[in-house]
């Protein structure tokens, strides 16, 4: 396997730290604050894990916590200055309250600048930590207990190396019926405009008999949707192919659901799309960033494939999987993104009939080769394009959605929603509403009666 694996002997160091700092911290809550993606929500689990370890009792209330800890996502800048001004709430809070700690964490803290930035701004964070520190989370504890000043865990090594794979670490989930499993970290592509790979480092791959003790556990122990998770998972290098990991992940017996996230175009195989329409526990959905559908653009963002491969490959995946959702990226006002090539993104939308777009205005990163490009493009016409893609994935995403009308659907229930709906969510990710109570982490039938762009509702037939 790829990635240097944390030694056990660290791993019992780190268990032995925390038995010595739980008299001290016994009973004191602690709080979580995450932000980004599921890859920084599966970390928060693996932080909140260490934390109980340490003897912290974990809350959802920061205003009963006295530990907060903020876990940053550096993607697009606006995520970045709501973490800010999440830290900033806290600082009256911290000169009344002396003992309360304030600890940043995720891709934030990985970059340089944003770390000198908290430092001189932020005087009331107490610690910073990297991506690749989490299992030492009880040595970060024992430092914050006896420390005088400011301090961070950042790893020294130079770009390229940084990054280790710890097994053996507790994990508080936050759900007793889905569950993310890391299949790797880090990512090696380098899309131009993409902060991913400068924050967290090159990819390593788990070995795949960790990833599969981890999922058996909790098929065993009642889990019913389990994601695996990686930058890039499909470049997965832990023993097998991706492909033949989440076959393996899916196989062991009994009703539960294995999906995974992200795929890159370029590496998504035909045998991980034959994988998912043979195996009956591989959900069918296909999550497949695009981005763009000009190949100038594509090629500026060194996303190495076509728009026409694309479309094969979109075709492969809606022809071999039935019932399939086809999911995607798209990011609007790209450097030197024309009118033109905005037109090719729309026509291929068209074309294809995603399920689902997350789109995303371009947001350049400090460090990134795209930030560096010529011609960024003003934000009322991102705005603009931003506008029309969803008007016209609107449109799409409610014909496609009609389709199911009249149809059953299995659908793994999240019980009532915060708005008092009874939901949960199909094979192909969707949310279904219904009309019956049914025990959140049960399946149950649901003939689909009414279909929004966004969500299915129906009746429970069983
Ligand atoms: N600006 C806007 N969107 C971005 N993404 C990644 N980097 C940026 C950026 N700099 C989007 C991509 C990716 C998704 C997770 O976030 O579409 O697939
Ligand atoms: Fe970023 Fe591209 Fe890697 Fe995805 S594949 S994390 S967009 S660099």
Same mark, same amino acid.
């Given at each position: 396997?790829?990635?240097?694996?944390?030694?056990?002997s660290?791993?019992?160091?780190?268990?032995?730290?925390?038995?010595?700092?739980?008299?001290? $911290?016994?009973?004191?809550?602690?709080?979580?604050?995450?932000?980004?993606?599921? !890859?920084?929500?599966?970390?928060?689990?693996?932080?909140?894990? =260490?934390?109980?370890?340490?003897?912290?009792?974990?809350?959802?209330?920061?205003?009963?916590?006295?530990?907060?800890?903020?876990?940053?996502?550096?993607?697009? @800048?606006?995520?970045?200055?709501?973490?800010?001004?999440?830290?900033?709430?806290?600082?009256?809070?911290?000169?009344?309250?002396?003992?309360?700690?304030i600890?940043?964490?995720?891709?934030?803290?990985?970059q340089?600048?944003?770390?000198?930035?908290?430092?001189?701004?932020y005087?009331?964070?107490?610690?910073?930590?990297?991506?690749?520190?989490?299992?030492?989370?009880?040595?970060?504890?024992?430092?914050?207990?006896?420390?005088?000043?400011?301090?961070?865990?950042?790893?020294?090594?130079p770009? %390229?190396?940084?990054?280790?794979?710890?097994e053996?670490?507790?994990?508080l989930?936050?759900?007793?019926?889905?569950?993310?499993?890391?299949?790797?970290?880090?990512?090696?592509?380098?899309?131009?405009?993409?902060?991913?790979p400068?924050?967290?480092?090159? @990819?390593?791959?788990?070995?795949?008999?960790?990833?599969?003790?981890?999922?058996?556990?909790?098929?065993?122990?009642?889990?019913?949707?389990?994601?695996?998770?990686?930058?890039?998972?499909?470049?997965?290098?832990?023993?097998?192919?991706?492909? @033949?990991?989440?076959?393996? =992940?899916?196989?062991?017996?009994?009703?539960?659901?294995?999906? &995974?996230?992200?795929?890159?175009? +370029?590496?998504?195989?035909?045998?991980?799309?034959?994988?998912?329409?043979?195996?009956?526990?591989?959900?069918?959905?296909?999550?497949?960033?695009? !981005?763009? %559908?000009?190949?100038?653009?594509?090629?500026?963002m060194?996303?190495?494939?076509?728009?026409?491969?694309?479309?094969?490959k979109?075709?492969?995946?809606?022809? +071999?999987?039935?019932?399939?959702?086809?999911?995607?990226?798209?990011?609007?006002?790209?450097?030197?993104?024309?009118?033109?090539?905005?037109?090719?993104?729309?026509?291929?939308?068209?074309?294809?009939?995603?399920?689902?777009?997350?789109?995303?205005?371009?947001?350049?990163?400090?460090?990134?080769?795209?930030?560096?490009?010529?011609?960024?493009?003003?934000?009322?016409?991102?705005?603009?394009?931003?506008?029309?893609?969803?008007?016209?994935?609107?449109?799409?995403?409610?014909?496609?959605?009609? +389709?199911?009308?009249?149809?059953?659907?299995?659908?793994?229930?999240?019980?009532?929603?915060?708005?008092?709906?009874?939901?949960?969510?199909?094979?192909?990710?969707?949310?279904?509403? &219904?009309?019956?109570?049914?025990?959140?982490? @049960?399946?149950?039938? $649901?003939?689909i009666?009414?279909?929004?762009?966004?969500?299915?509702?129906?009746?429970?037939?069983?």
């Amino acid at each position: 396997m790829s990635g240097c694996v944390v030694p056990e002997s660290e791993i019992a160091r780190q268990y032995s730290i925390a038995e010595s700092v739980r008299p001290m $911290v016994a009973g004191t809550k602690a709080c979580i604050i995450t932000f980004g993606c599921q !890859q920084n929500e599966a970390d928060s689990e693996r932080i909140a894990g =260490a934390l109980r370890l340490c003897g912290y009792e974990m809350t959802e209330s920061p205003d009963e916590a006295k530990l907060i800890i903020i876990n940053t996502c550096a993607v697009r @800048e606006h995520a970045e200055i709501r973490a800010l001004s999440e830290a900033g709430q806290f600082k009256n809070r911290k000169e009344r309250e002396r003992d309360l700690k304030i600890g940043l964490c995720g891709c934030m803290a990985q970059q340089a600048h944003r770390r000198e930035q908290i430092y001189k701004s932020y005087p009331y964070v107490d610690f910073v930590f990297g991506t690749d520190m989490h299992h030492r989370v009880p040595e970060i504890i024992k430092t914050m207990l006896g420390a005088k000043k400011r301090f961070s865990f950042i790893s020294e090594k130079p770009h %390229g190396e940084f990054g280790v794979v710890s097994e053996g670490m507790p994990v508080l989930r936050e759900s007793g019926y889905r569950a993310w499993v890391s299949a790797m970290y880090g990512c090696d592509n380098f899309c131009t405009y993409c902060v991913v790979p400068h924050a967290r480092g090159h @990819e390593r791959s788990r070995a795949k008999e960790d990833v599969l003790y981890e999922a058996k556990s909790l098929v065993e122990s009642g889990y019913k949707d389990i994601t695996l998770l990686g930058q890039n998972v499909n470049s997965y290098k832990g023993g097998c192919s991706f492909a @033949e990991l989440l076959d393996a =992940a899916a196989s062991f017996g009994g009703e539960y659901r294995v999906r &995974f996230m992200t795929s890159h175009p +370029k590496d998504a195989s035909s045998e991980l799309v034959d994988v998912i329409a043979h195996n009956p526990n591989v959900a069918h959905h296909f999550h497949l960033p695009v !981005q763009s %559908g000009a190949d100038r653009v594509l090629k500026l963002m060194n996303r190495r494939y076509t728009r026409a491969q694309y479309v094969e490959k979109a075709r492969e995946i809606k022809e +071999k999987i039935k019932d399939v959702s086809l999911t995607t990226d798209i990011i609007c006002g790209f450097p030197g993104e024309t009118d033109a090539d905005f037109e090719q993104t729309l026509s291929l939308v068209r074309e294809i009939g995603f399920d689902m777009i997350f789109t995303f205005i371009y947001s350049p990163r400090p460090g990134t080769a795209a930030a560096k490009m010529e011609g960024q493009t003003p934000r009322a016409v991102s705005n603009a394009r931003f506008a029309a893609l969803s008007e016209a994935e609107n449109a799409i995403a409610q014909s496609i959605n009609d +389709k199911y009308l009249g149809k059953t659907l299995r659908v793994l229930s999240d019980g009532m929603n915060k708005n008092g709906v009874y939901a949960g969510r199909s094979t192909q990710n969707k949310i279904v509403t &219904f009309d019956k109570p049914v025990p959140a982490g @049960e399946f149950t039938n $649901v003939k689909i009666i009414t279909a929004g762009g966004y969500a299915l509702s129906g009746e429970v037939t069983e």
